[in-house]
């Protein structure tokens, strides 16, 4: 008799009884126990340790992320998916600040605050450096302030583009691009200071703030008032900066470019990517996306496909487009860009993909909205009308992918309905045209609100 040992995993619901398989080899068979087992004490361990991230997790929820998300740093996915897990929570994640941030995540303020050490490029002496300083002689007070004040031979040029870049200077400059156009003056002006500082030189202001003094090393409060400035610029558009945070960070943190989308998405993708593997195979499904990487692959004919990193709101997962498809869309798969996908469910070795077999640029996706009022609602012979023009203009199921959104407007209401897959039209503007002939108010709207 063996006795089949069981888990309670942090964040699930469902808990499995224990049993009893007479057979080793049946239970193996139908999953009910591993081919290598825990013994007893290994068990325990593993039990005991469970109930403590537990209680951790339920009483000390922003101290307990913090920790995980530190532990992980490494680990995109990881600290991608805890993320998630964070807002799930009602946690939110603020990114690097160069006057708030420590080494690792910290809990701060009801909020967990991005560490340095997370950021790409920014090692562990500039780390050092940027945290005595701010100890010393309390917040930095402008770009030239901080160039003033760490050493910059351990940040380099290339740690303080990466800083402003992930966004750690916003709360003293929020335009990133007027930061990185001063950067290049800044940087050569306060290196002359430092080394003037070194040589036993210095200028008035220096002399005024007691810059020479031994013992304190101080710095002229108004000093950093005499660095030179680039030309005032306009900021970066806000797609690129969230690109920049994504490389630097390995996700994005002050704002996603989906987030515009929350409102209108659900009524075009009933599922978000988290919730995949609960669908079930060939079930036609859609998804708004972003595309973080394209993997090509050519198979033993030669063929040309490709494996995608695609991610939404909730999670990260891979899809795959196959041979045909990749020859009709491979323009399309461009990294960093938003997508309206479309494909099925497919389950191989236990693991859930998602088979691409279409996709479309949000920007291009036109919406046919339909209107009707309550009469028309529920008048038969109206919806069968309408039922009718629809599918005269969804012949094609293949090319017949715009969707359709009925708004139902009473004297005090307005509810969208998304028509089913079946009613997804070919031409959204001649669709258009042929409900207004057939008296049904109508127009086109862009995906992204336009």
């Given at each position: 008799?063996?006795?089949?040992?069981?888990?309670?995993?942090?964040?699930k619901?469902?808990?499995?009884?224990?049993?009893?398989?007479?057979?080793?080899?049946?239970?193996?068979?139908?999953?009910?126990?591993?081919?290598?087992?825990?013994?007893?004490?290994?068990?325990?361990?593993?039990?005991?340790?469970?109930?403590?991230?537990?209680?951790?997790?339920?009483?000390?929820?922003?101290?307990?992320?913090?920790?995980?998300?530190?532990?992980?740093?490494?680990?995109?996915?990881?600290?991608?998916?805890?993320?998630?897990?964070?807002?799930?929570?009602?946690?939110?994640?603020?990114?690097?600040?160069?006057?708030?941030?420590?080494?690792?995540?910290?809990?701060?303020?009801?909020k967990?605050l991005?560490?340095?050490?997370?950021?790409?490029?920014?090692?562990?002496?500039?780390?050092?450096?940027?945290?005595?300083?701010r100890?010393?002689?309390?917040?930095?007070?402008?770009?030239?302030?901080?160039?003033?004040?760490?050493?910059?031979?351990?940040?380099?040029?290339?740690?303080?583009?990466?800083?402003?870049?992930?966004?750690?200077?916003?709360?003293?400059?929020?335009?990133?691009?007027?930061?990185?156009?001063?950067?290049?003056?800044?940087?050569?002006?306060?290196?002359?200071?430092?080394?003037?500082?070194?040589?036993?030189?210095?200028?008035?202001?220096d002399?005024?703030?007691?810059?020479?003094?031994?013992?304190?090393?101080?710095?002229?409060?108004n000093?950093?008032?005499?660095?030179?400035?680039?030309?005032p610029?306009?900021?970066?558009?806000?797609?690129?900066?969230?690109?920049?945070?994504?490389?630097?960070?390995?996700?994005?943190?002050?704002?996603?470019?989906?987030?515009?989308?929350?409102?209108?998405?659900?009524?075009?993708?009933?599922?978000?990517?988290?919730?995949?593997?609960?669908?079930?195979?060939?079930?036609?499904?859609?998804?708004?996306?972003?595309?973080?990487?394209?993997?090509?692959?050519?198979?033993?004919?030669?063929?040309?496909?490709?494996?995608?990193?695609i991610?939404?709101?909730?999670?990260?997962?891979?899809?795959?487009?196959f041979?045909?498809?990749?020859?009709?869309?491979?323009?399309?798969?461009?990294?960093?860009?938003?997508?309206?996908?479309?494909?099925?469910?497919?389950?191989?070795?236990?693991?859930?993909?998602?088979?691409?077999?279409?996709?479309?640029?949000?920007?291009?996706?036109?919406?046919?909205?339909?209107?009707?009022?309550?009469?028309?609602?529920?008048?038969?012979?109206?919806?069968?009308?309408?039922k009718?023009?629809?599918?005269?203009?969804?012949?094609?199921?293949?090319?017949?992918?715009?969707p359709?959104?009925?708004?139902?407007?009473?004297?005090?209401?307005?509810?969208?309905?998304?028509?089913?897959?079946?009613?997804?039209?070919?031409?959204?503007?001649?669709?258009?045209?042929?409900?207004?002939?057939?008296?049904?108010?109508?127009?086109?709207?862009?995906?992204?609100?336009?």
């Open positions: 008799m063996i006795k089949i040992a069981t888990r309670k995993y942090l964040g619901q469902n808990v499995y009884d224990i049993g009893v398989a007479r057979d080793h080899n049946f239970a193996i068979k139908n999953g009910l126990i591993a081919a290598n087992c825990f013994n007893k004490s290994h068990s325990t361990a593993y039990g005991y340790v469970t109930y403590q991230t537990a209680y951790l997790k339920a009483n000390y929820p922003l101290e307990y992320m913090a920790a995980l998300l530190t532990a992980n740093s490494g680990d995109t996915d990881k600290v991608q998916r805890y993320i998630t897990n964070c807002t799930n929570m009602g946690i939110s994640i603020d990114p690097p600040d160069i006057n708030r941030s420590n080494v690792d995540f910290t809990p701060t303020a009801g967990i991005f560490g340095f050490s997370a950021v790409r490029n920014v090692g562990q002496n500039a780390i050092a450096s940027i945290l005595e300083a100890n010393e002689t309390g917040e930095f007070k402008s770009l030239a302030d901080f160039c003033d004040r760490v050493d910059l031979r351990a940040v380099n040029r290339r740690t303080l583009e990466s800083l402003i870049y992930c966004g750690a200077f916003d709360k003293i400059e929020s335009n990133r691009q007027q930061l990185i156009n001063d950067s290049e003056l800044v940087y050569d002006w306060a290196q002359s200071r430092a080394k003037d500082r070194a040589t036993g030189q210095g200028n008035l202001f002399l005024l703030g007691d810059g020479f003094s031994s013992t304190q090393n101080k710095r002229a409060s000093a950093f008032e005499t660095a030179p400035k680039a030309k610029v306009t900021d970066l558009p806000p797609q690129k900066k969230l690109q920049m945070e994504k490389e630097l960070l390995g996700f994005y943190v002050s704002d996603h470019p989906l987030k515009s989308l929350r409102q209108i998405a659900p009524f075009l993708t009933p599922i978000n990517l988290s919730q995949l593997g609960e669908q079930r195979e060939d079930t036609r499904l859609c998804a708004v996306v972003m595309l973080n990487n394209v993997k090509k692959v050519v198979t033993k004919k030669g063929d040309q496909m490709a494996i995608l990193q991610e939404d709101l909730t999670t990260q997962l891979e899809a795959v487009v041979p045909k498809t990749y020859e009709r869309i491979s323009s399309l798969l461009q990294v960093d860009t938003r997508l309206i996908i479309w494909g099925k469910v497919d389950r191989r070795d236990e693991q859930t993909q998602f088979i691409l077999e279409d996709a479309e640029p949000v920007e291009t996706v036109q919406m046919v909205m339909v209107e009707l009022n309550p009469q028309q609602a529920g008048n038969m012979e109206d919806l069968h009308r309408l009718t023009i629809l599918q005269d203009h969804s012949v094609d199921k293949e090319k017949a992918k715009m359709v959104i009925g708004i139902i407007k009473t004297e005090t209401s307005r509810k969208l309905v998304r028509l089913g897959w079946q009613f997804c039209v070919q031409d959204s503007r001649i669709t258009v045209q042929a409900l207004q002939n057939a008296s049904f108010p109508a127009h086109i709207k862009s995906l992204t609100g336009s």
